[in-house]
C-alpha cells in the first residue's frame, strides 16, 4: 500500500462542483509499472460524467471569469505553494504511477508547479489595446476575455506538467475546466484537484473525470455545445480524431501531438555537451516524452570519438525501481510501450542497423528495458518515421551540413530539434533552416515555464508555457464606439 505523509491526496473518486464521488458502479485498477502492484481503484467516469462536468464548469464560470485577476492569481500562487508544500508526496505518488525515478519525478513536480506560479503572475498582466481609428466620430478598443469552458485530455508521460501546463493558463485567464487524465496515471490529477480545492478554488471551477473510456468521455468533451475550446497533448492520430470531433461545434484547439526530434552533432562539436545533451534529450523519463531524441544525426569525422564517449555514458545510466537510490531510468508505462520499442528495434536490425550497447529488456516479462544504442541507421527503418518512446538512441551518420538539415526535416513531425555546434554562423544558419517549434542549441533540455513549447507541421499547434501560452483560452472582443 501507498504511504503518504498527507493520505487525502491519494483519492479514488472524481471530482465535480468541489466534491469526491465514487457513485459510479465501475472502477478501474492503477497499477505500479516498477513491481506490476495494483495501487488502488479509481472510479471509472462515463460520458454522463463528463455532461456533468462541463455543467458544473458552465455553472461556474460567470462567477470565476468575473474575479479580478488579482483575486484568481491569489488563489493560483496558494495552490503553486501547497504543490511545493506536498512535493515529496507527489513525487511518489508520480513515481508509483508512472515509474520515472523519484528524482525526476520531484524535478517534475517543481516544473509542473512552475506553470501555476508563471500564470498566476501573467493573469494580471492580460491588457488589450486601444487602436487609433480612421474616422473622427469613432474609437476602437480590443479587450480580452477568457473563452469560456475549456476541457483539456492530458497523456501519461508528465501525469503534473502536462496538467498544470494546459489549466494555469486556462484558469488564470479565467476559464473553467474539465479535465480527462491519462487512464494509465490518474492518480497526480486527482491529488492536484484536492490541493486546488485546499487552495480556495470555488467549485466547478476544476472537475477531474478519471475514466478508462477515453472515446466515449473525450466525444462529450470536444462536442458538448457549452465547451469553447479543448487542449490536447497525446498520439497525432487521436489529435486528428478529436480536431474532426471539435469541428462540429468549431471549438478553438491546442494540440500537442506527436515528435520525430533530431540530435545534430556537427564535427566542430564539443564532444562532452554534445554526449550529456543528447542523454538528456533522449534517457529522461526513459526516453518517453516528445521532444526525446529521435534520431541522433552524427557527422563522419566527429562518429568515432561521439560514439565511444556516448557508449561509456549511456552504460553508465541505471535501469530499476525508480524508488531505489542511484536509479537513472524507470520502468516503461505497460506492455504495449515495450512491445512498441522491441519492434521498431527488430525492424531497425533487420534493416541493417549496427548494435552498439543493450537491445533487449534488463529481466524477461519486466517492462525494464536496457539503454540501448543502434547506429547506422537509415530511412528505410520504421524508428525513422515512429516514435521510439523508449530507451533507445537510434544513430545515422552524416557527410555534409545540407545532409543533416534534410534528413531532420525529412518528417511529418515539427516539434523539437537539437544541435550541437559552436559556430555562431552554424548556428543561425542551421536555426533558420529546421522545421521545429522549439530548437535546442548546445542543450538538451528546453522546457521551462517562461518559454514557449509547442511544434509546427503535424506535431499540432498553440504555445504552453510563456507570455503567449495565456492567449490561448482568451478571445479578443473589438468593441467600437460611436457618436464621439
Ligand atoms: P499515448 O499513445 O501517449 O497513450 P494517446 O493519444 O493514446 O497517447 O493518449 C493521450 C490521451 O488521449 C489519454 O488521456 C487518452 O486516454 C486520450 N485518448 C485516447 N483516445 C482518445 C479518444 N478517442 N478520445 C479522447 N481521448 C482519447
Known amino acids: 500500500m501507498l504511504q503518504l505523509q498527507y493520505p487525502s491526496l491519494l483519492q479514488a473518486g472524481y471530482f465535480i462542483n468541489n466534491e469526491w464521488k465514487t457513485d459510479t ?34 455553472a461556474a464560470f460567470a462567477q470565476w471569469s468575473r474575479l479580478p485577476a488579482k483575486e484568481r492569481s491569489n488563489i493560483l500562487r496558494k495552490w503553486y505553494q501547497l504543490i511545493i508544500n506536498h512535493t515529496n508526496d507527489l513525487a511518489l505518488l508520480l513515481t508509483s504511477e508512472q515509474g520515472k525515478p523519484l528524482a525526476e519525478a520531484a524535478g517534475e513536480v517543481q516544473y509542473g508547479a512552475s506553470f501555476i506560479e508563471w500564470f498566476a503572475e501573467e493573469c494580471r498582466r492580460v491588457y488589450g489595446d486601444i487602436i487609433p481609428a480612421p474616422v473622427a466620430d469613432r474609437r476602437f478598443l480590443a479587450m480580452k476575455q477568457p473563452i469560456g ?33 491519462a487512464e494509465d496515471t490518474p492518480l497526480c490529477a486527482l491529488a492536484l484537484a484536492q490541493l486546488a480545492q485546499e487552495a480556495g478554488m ?6 477531474v473525470i ?41 471549438k478553438k484547439l491546442s494540440l500537442e501531438l506527436g515528435g520525430n526530434a533530431p540530435v545534430i552533432v556537427f564535427d566542430d562539436a564539443d564532444i562532452d555537451a554534445a554526449v550529456k545533451g543528447t542523454i538528456a534529450s533522449k534517457y529522461r523519463n526513459a526516453g518517453q516524452t516528445c521532444v526525446c531524441a ?35 531510468i524507470g520502468p516503461l508505462i505497460n506492455t504495449d510501450a515495450i512491445e512498441k520499442v522491441e519492434r521498431l528495434l527488430q525492424d531497425a536490425l533487420s534493416r541493417g542497423a549496427e548494435l552498439v ?30 516514435e521510439i518512446f523508449g530507451p533507445v538512441s537510434a544513430v545515422y551518420i552524416f557527410d555534409m551540413e545540407a545532409d543533416a538539415i534534410a534528413l531532420a526535416n525529412n518528417t ?22 529546421l522545421e ?49
Open 412 to 433: 511529418e513531425y515539427g516539434l523539437a530539434a537539437y544541435f550541437f555546434t559552436p559556430d555562431i554562423h552554424k548556428i543561425w544558419r542551421v536555426a533558420e533552416q
Open 25 to 58: 458502479s465501475a472502477t478501474f485498477p492503477v497499477y505500479n509499472p516498477a513491481t506490476g502492484e495494483e495501487i488502488i481503484q479509481v472510479a471509472d467516469a462515463a460520458d454522463t460524467h463528463a455532461t456533468a462536468a462541463v455543467e458544473a464548469a458552465h
Open 210 to 250: 478519471p475514466t478508462m473510456q477515453a472515446e466515449a468521455v473525450g466525444k462529450v468533451l470536444t462536442t458538448h455545445p457549452l465547451v469553447q475550446k479543448v487542449s490536447f497533448t497525446g498520439s497525432t492520430e487521436v489529435g486528428r480524431i478529436l480536431m474532426k470531433q471539435a469541428s462540429s461545434t468549431v
Open 149 to 181: 469552458v475549456v476541457t483539456a485530455i492530458t497523456p501519461w508521460n508528465f501525469p503534473v506538467a502536462m496538467i498544470t501546463r494546459k489549466i494555469a493558463p486556462a484558469l488564470a485567464a479565467g476559464c473553467t475546466v474539465v479535465l480527462k487524465p
Open 436 to 484: 521545429y517549434g522549439i530548437i535546442g542549441v548546445n542543450e538538451g533540455l528546453i522546457s521551462f515555464a517562461e518559454a514557449p513549447f509547442g511544434g509546427i507541421k503535424q506535431s499540432g499547434y498553440g504555445k504552453e508555457g510563456s507570455k503567449y501560452g495565456i492567449e490561448d483560452y482568451l478571445a479578443i472582443k473589438y468593441v467600437c464606439l460611436g457618436g464621439m
Open 202 to 207: 470555488p467549485a466547478g471551477v476544476l472537475n
Open 294 to 328: 529521435n534520431r541522433v544525426l552524427v557527422q563522419r569525422s566527429i562518429y568515432p570519438a561521439f560514439m565511444e564517449a556516448y557508449k561509456k555514458a549511456v552504460a553508465a545510466l541505471k535501469v530499476g525501481n525508480g524508488t531505489e537510490e542511484g536509479v537513472t
Open 357 to 386: 550497447l543493450g537491445g533487449q529488456r534488463t529481466q524477461a516479462n519486466s517492462l525494464y528495458y536496457a539503454p540501448t544504442i543502434i547506429s547506422r541507421c537509415t530511412t528505410a527503418m520504421e524508428l525513422s518515421r515512429e
